[in-house]
């Protein structure tokens, strides 16, 4: 939980500015099968220390409305500015979590967010921490899935470089 709880205060934070309003945290679960896509997603990869990725996912109303709140406009689903702003959204919050993380310790590096078009996401491993968490929101419900693991080399090497 302590690398996935800076991805949900950013999240939270994120939201609550780019939409003006207040959020509430709907259902936590863990992951137990491999993720399905719900409608426009943006994927972002961590690789270092850490290692994992997050999905930001919107039903296709949803992110209708989003884009709509951010532009101050009305927008159609099929035109791009709603895929773009999901991606601008991932990567405020993972710009923010990763600030938290870095001020922990942690070295990573971070690809530019994607559009996740798979119908369903990478399955779980033992030592992977993966949560799907929704955020109630006025424009409608925001769906963040975080799977992360520690590095098990590095974090090895961090664990002898601290002993020394």
């Known amino acids: 939980m302590d690398l996935i709880q800076p ?5 939270d934070a994120v939201l ?11 259902d ?4 137990e099968e491999a993720y399905r896509r719900k409608g426009i997603a943006a994927i972002v990869v961590i690789h270092g220390d ?6 930001f996912d919107l039903d296709p109303q949803t992110a209708v409305n989003v884009a709509a709140a951010l532009a101050g406009s009305p927008v159609s689903e099929t035109e791009s500015v709603v895929r ?3 991606c601008e959204l991932a990567n405020l919050v993972i710009g923010n ?5 870095n001020d922990q310790g942690f070295r990573f590096k971070i690809c530019p967010p994607e559009i996740h078009s ?13 949560l799907v968490m929704s955020f109630d929101t006025p424009s409608g ?3 963040m899935n975080i799977a992360m693991k520690y590095n098990r080399r590095r974090h090895h090497e961090r664990e002898a470089a601290v002993s020394m």
Not at 7 to 11: G, P, T, V
Not at 28 to 31: G, I, L, S
Not at 50 to 55: A, L, T, Y
């Open 118 to 130: 798979d119908d369903s996401g990478m399955k779980n491993t033992e030592d992977t921490e993966a």
């Open 84 to 86: 773009e702003t999901i």
């Open 50 to 55: 850490i290692e994992g990725r997050v999905i």
């Open 16 to 26: 609550a500015e780019s939409l003006n309003c207040a959020t509430h945290m709907g």
């Open 28 to 31: 936590v679960t863990m992951e």
């Open 97 to 101: 979590a990763v600030t938290t993380l």
């Open 141 to 143: 419900c925001v769906y």
């Open 7 to 11: 991805f949900i205060n950013a999240a």
